[in-house]
């Protein structure tokens, strides 16, 4: 058989799927840019919080400020990643022409999008892991009353989260320009981070609190809470997360061009 | 066994973008096992045309077959049986060569080696570089290894040697060459005459959206009725010149000067024209050097075609 003689065939879609993801995780971690929105800034919200919280003087209910930051920055780091990093990835993908490549091989368009899926749940694992450490090293004690229901309440919380959020950005990238998206994800990022509920309380947002709890920045913020701080799954929250994701996969599934 | 269908059949296909109409009723049919070239200028058709048998664009008029499958119904039995490369671009900015080609090696069931395939292209040197910092013509020809990596039956190869150097250009005809002998069906679009010329068993020559000419480049420079006539002699023309030699040659012909000593003559290929050709210069008191009864090529077939240079 000669060097070229065709043997076509796809590889089966698990394995496809796989190197899909291997080979995104891989590009996100390399970024400079994306490395320092999924850890460096979180990292740097908490050590500032928790060194800083005595003189912003907010409420914090009797808690002490690493037991409410921390979640609140588990939050911050599913979002930064979930919405920024995935809207400016697939953005770039979409001007560079990446997707329109993988159009043409033997990975289906739901296998690409289970990659990425998979690529995105790799990386925040790794950046949970990172600042669950970091906010144990800090003191963050999360409540022990009931771990179970502490653990599904924030499992859950971090999945519809994570869901709501790449919907979200997987629609502004498919609409807007790379470069539009890149300014977009970076500036939505920044007003949530801020004014969205994510790591402070919305409480602590004073007569604005209500309107800001609709937002999936306070949702997830919340919910991880919710569950780390009293022990209780907040349906509320979750539903809300649920709502975002239902609508931002509906959004995108309408509006996105591959191209 | 000879195969059933051709590898590609276009079938009056038109595509428009708003009011712009981009390929017009066009149908052509590509052989197993062949080199095809598809030439013409930019903005001809070219792409839009690859692009709707790769499945990327679905036909507004006209049938697509591919393999002998609709590229848009039979779309996942398709993708894997076919290779394609892009015109430009493809890749993650930051991903390495070596990387990307692996990458695309994974997805397919029995992918050729990598090491192999990343040496006959000349990648081996700058498999660790990121795309974004390859050259033009490394950037193609990676992009040629991806579209041949998973043993396609068909590749699509949309300007492969844009933006390569003549050395590179060589390599990878000798490429395609090697490939085509190993039973891969090849459409290579190009607005290259010495590309079609040098490699394609086939060419169709599309202008404004439609077939204008298809034939092997033999038959197409053959069927001509002009040629091209080089001049060149041994003192400065006389003012006027190019005016008065198309005067006595007739209305038939060409003259353009190219500089004080020589000048092209495009008109009919028989004696006559040389004889009259020479009898201007006795007339002119100018003796030629060269008068040279050039070869047809492709080009002057596109100019004779459509009147129009084939050059962007």
Redo the contacts between chains.
Sequence with gaps: MSTFTPAPGGATLPRMVLAQARMEARLMLRNGEQLLLAIVIPVIVLFGGVAGADRIGIDLQGHRPVDILTPGVLALAVMSTAFTSVAIATGFERRYGVIKLLGSSPLPRHGLLLGKVLALLNVVVLQLVVLVVVGLALGWEPTLDHPLRSIVGAVLALALGTAAFAALGLFVAGVLRAEATLALANLVYLLLMAGGGVVLPTSAYGAASPVISWLPSAALGDGMREALVHASIDGRSLLVLAAWAAVGTLLTARTFRWE | MPAPTPAVEVDGLVMAYGDKVAVDGLSLEVARGSITAVLGPNGAGKTTTLETC???RVPQKGTVRVLGLDPQRDR?AL????G?M?Q????????RAR?MLD??A?????P?DTD?LSDRLGLADCGRTPYRRLSGGQQQRLGLA?A?V????LVFVDEPTAGMDPQARRTTWELLE??R????TVVLTTHHMDEAERLADRIHIIDRGRVIASGTPGELTREGRSATIRLVVNRPFPDGAPESLRVDLGPDTEVRQLDEVSMLIHGPADSTTLGLVSRWCEQHDVLPETLNLGQRNLEDVFLELTGRELAP
């Design positions: 790769e499945g990327y996942a993708l894997p049986r076919i394609v892009l430009s671009g493809g890749a993650w900015s930051g991903v990387e990458h695309m994974s997805l397919h069931a029995r050729l192999m991806i041949l998973g043993r396609p039956e090697e490939v002998a190993d039973g891969v």
